[in-house]
């Protein structure tokens, strides 16, 4: 049997306990690092998209459209039936896990707010979601402690190359308890026309919230003290641009799509 070829056009994967997941085709898949013995772990006509690893390795929660709209849905990593957690005629879009693997964070378009909704968590046995108290939020991330939450306001796409308008999004931390929220990417007015998108935050093991960042002319990774401060660029591409990164749930390790590739 001849020698299988590298899949191209693989996307949103996430990284966790030496695996990665990662949407193909629309279904999800889980390879080892190296790419070697990838396994699928759904089968269906709608698209499955965005796998994150619960913090213990043993869940993939994942979104999809299998019920007409986006909705959370989580399966076993060993493979199993998936199970939908959410539903709603809006979309459900997860983000990633609580420290503590017993909720799942997503974003979602149900709410009262008529310009947006904050993050939601649905435990992982299902039940009614709920809004963390914060506000409009279209990505976000909460530290590994479990006190704080970095997130955008704004919706941005990585194929928006170069944007520069006001509607550029930022990246923002709110404490947990106090409420208070800091915004940490560009926060000198005077520099307005310099302003770039900053997409993604994912917290860190070093307690730095790293993110994809347009300053340098294509989006390449940031990271950036919580308490603000000067950012520090992490990669250089300079031909293209990443997307889609993600931090395992140990903030250990980032994977990203680029170039048709996961790195």
């Given at each position: ?37 990838a ?100 990505a ?116 990203y ?7």
């Amino acid at each position: 049997i001849a020698d299988a070829k590298p899949i191209l056009f693989a996307r949103y994967p996430h990284v966790s306990h030496g695996k990665i997941a990662f949407a193909y085709h629309g279904d999800i898949w889980v390879a080892n690092l190296d790419g070697s013995n990838a396994v699928r772990l759904t089968a269906h006509v709608g698209n499955d998209a965005v796998p994150r690893f619960s913090p213990d390795g043993k869940m993939i929660a994942f979104t999809s459209d299998r019920a007409g709209n986006n909705d959370v849905y989580v399966v076993p990593v060993e493979g199993g039936e998936p199970v939908q957690l959410t539903s709603m005629t809006g979309n459900d879009d997860v983000q990633g896990w609580t420290p503590d693997g017993k909720k799942i964070l997503f974003t979602t378009s149900r709410g009262t707010n008529a310009w947006g909704s904050p993050l939601c968590t649905v435990a992982v046995q299902g039940g009614q979601p709920v809004p963390i108290d914060m506000p409009v939020a279209t990505a976000g991330a909460i530290s590994l402690d479990g006190r704080m939450i970095a997130f955008n306001r704004n919706g941005a796409r990585y194929a928006r190359k170069h944007y520069k308008g006001n509607s550029s999004a930022d990246i923002y931390v709110q404490d947990l308890s106090t409420k208070l929220i800091s915004q940490l990417t560009d926060t000198d007015l005077q520099q307005f026309r310099e302003f770039r998108q900053d997409l993604s935050p994912m917290w860190g093991a070093d307690g730095m919230i790293y993110y994809a960042s347009e300053r340098d002319g294509y989006f390449n990774l940031w990271r950036i003290a919580a308490g603000g401060g000067t950012p520090v660029q992490v990669t250089a591409y300079k031909t293209d641009g990443i997307q889609n990164p993600a931090i395992s749930p140990d903030g250990r390790d980032i994977v990203y799509e680029y170039n048709f590739d996961l790195w």
